[in-house]
């Protein structure tokens, strides 16, 4: 709901606070790259001092830091408080992935895609919120509506999930250093390139769409929005799966078949309507990031390391959300062609993605200690 709000917002943002286009960027990567540092500490910290003391520190931290960013009319002080909200943004999946692998062991990759079909949902509510909200009070009484939100949130956590650790989540974790198995290195370079996918289809398929293929802005809208759809009901149904055929016999055999669908989808496809089956296809296919990466990790983890595998795994996933965007901007400047782009930063990436997570061995995890 945060990002949907900052992006929603951005315009008028950028009047309050009088930013240039590469000022106003730069507040996507002030959240995104304290959360690709924070993510892995976070992680460890789960695992060592409890998934409920990092998850409510996350929460907290994401309501100070947007909500005093929304209130503050000092741009120093708004950049530092997003960093704030990154600080929070960083602390909250890892510790949230290790809760749903605690309450669903078995059921690991069902557990992961609830959090990224969750995350999906957020994203659509937060856009239309902060829009009605913006439209009628202002971005600064939307800031304030969400970091309310995330509050009222952080208390329900605090109440739910009190006895999660002793009953769940008894096993101490081993050091951060067993934690670096070659299985583990191999998943999160294999996240970071289809963590690029992810990213830098959401930031350019947009202008593709109205450059490239002519779309009308609203057209547009409605295709991206069933990119959107295409995502949870993919993570959904993937996670299902991979509980049943295997982690990654699923990714792999998803994969594949997503590089095809991008190539078709950005090369071939012209009509609304067969962009929106295309980009269905697509959307449903690729789904498996970062989320059955996650669930992978986790196992590939010695015992009671969850949260360390998952803040490995998502810092890697932030990391691709800082840099997979300029990529996608240098190769579509320096072509000239930004279908020719698109398809390097999609079709190529997901080949690679399902060859790296097909050169990984079942790993059964070793107890920790």
């Known amino acids: 709901m945060m990002v949907a709000t900052l992006g929603i917002a951005l315009p008028e943002i950028r009047q309050s606070f009088s930013l240039s286009?590469?000022?106003?960027?730069?507040?996507?990567?002030?959240?995104?790259i304290?959360?690709?540092?924070?993510?892995?500490?976070?992680?460890?910290?789960?695992?060592?001092?409890?998934?409920?003391?990092?998850?409510?520190?996350?929460?907290?931290?994401?309501?100070?830091?947007?909500?005093?960013?929304?209130?503050?009319?000092?741009?120093?002080l708004f950049f530092l408080f997003l960093g704030v909200t990154g600080l929070g943004y960083g602390f909250t999946p890892p510790s949230l992935y290790a809760v749903m692998s605690d309450l669903l062991p078995n059921k690991r990759g069902l557990g992961a895609s609830l959090v990224s079909v969750a995350y999906g949902i957020g994203g659509a509510i937060g856009a239309v919120l902060a829009s009605r909200i913006t439209g009628a009070l202002g971005w600064r009484a939307a800031f304030v509506t969400v970091a309310g939100i995330a509050a009222a949130d952080m208390l329900l956590q605090l109440y739910w999930i009190r006895n999660i650790r002793s009953i769940k989540s008894a096993v101490r974790g081993g050091s951060f250093k067993d934690s670096l198995s070659l299985p583990l290195l191999i998943l999160a370079l294999a996240e970071f390139i289809g963590g690029t996918v992810?990213?830098?289809?959401?930031?350019?398929?947009?202008?593709l769409l109205r450059t490239a293929k002519t779309l009308t802005l609203q057209q547009t809208g409605w295709v991206m929005g069933v990119l959107s759809m295409a995502n949870m009901l993919g993570s959904f149904c993937l996670g299902a799966l991979s509980d049943k055929l295997g982690r990654r016999r699923v990714i792999v055999l998803s994969s594949f078949p997503a590089a095809v669908a991008a190539f078709v989808v950005f090369y071939w496809l012209q009509s609304p309507v067969g962009l929106a089956l295309g980009i269905f296809v697509f959307g449903t296919l690729k789904a498996s990031?970062?989320?059955?990466v996650v669930a992978l990790a986790q196992e590939a983890a010695p015992a009671g390391n969850a949260g360390t595998a998952s803040g490995i795994i998502m810092a890697l996933h932030y990391t691709a959300g800082v840099v997979a965007p300029l990529i996608a901007a240098?190769?579509?400047?320096?072509?000239?062609?930004?279908?020719?782009?698109?398809?390097?930063?999609?079709?190529?990436?997901?080949?690679?993605?399902?060859?790296?997570?097909?050169?990984?061995?079942?790993?059964?995890a070793r107890p920790a200690g």
């Open 34 to 76: 304290v959360a690709a540092l924070t993510s892995t500490v976070a992680g460890r910290l789960a695992d060592r001092f409890g998934r409920k003391t990092v998850l409510i520190s996350g929460l907290s931290l994401l309501a100070l830091g947007f909500g005093i960013a929304g209130i503050t009319g000092n741009r120093l």
């Open 330 to 364: 240098k190769l579509i400047s320096g072509s000239g062609n930004i279908i020719f782009a698109m398809i390097l930063c999609t079709s190529v990436p997901l080949l690679l993605y399902g060859s790296l997570i097909a050169a990984v061995r079942a790993h059964r």
């Open 21 to 32: 286009e590469v000022e106003a960027g730069s507040l996507f990567s002030v959240l995104m």
């Open 289 to 292: 990031v970062p989320a059955l």
């Open 198 to 207: 992810f990213w830098s289809s959401a930031a350019w398929t947009p202008t």
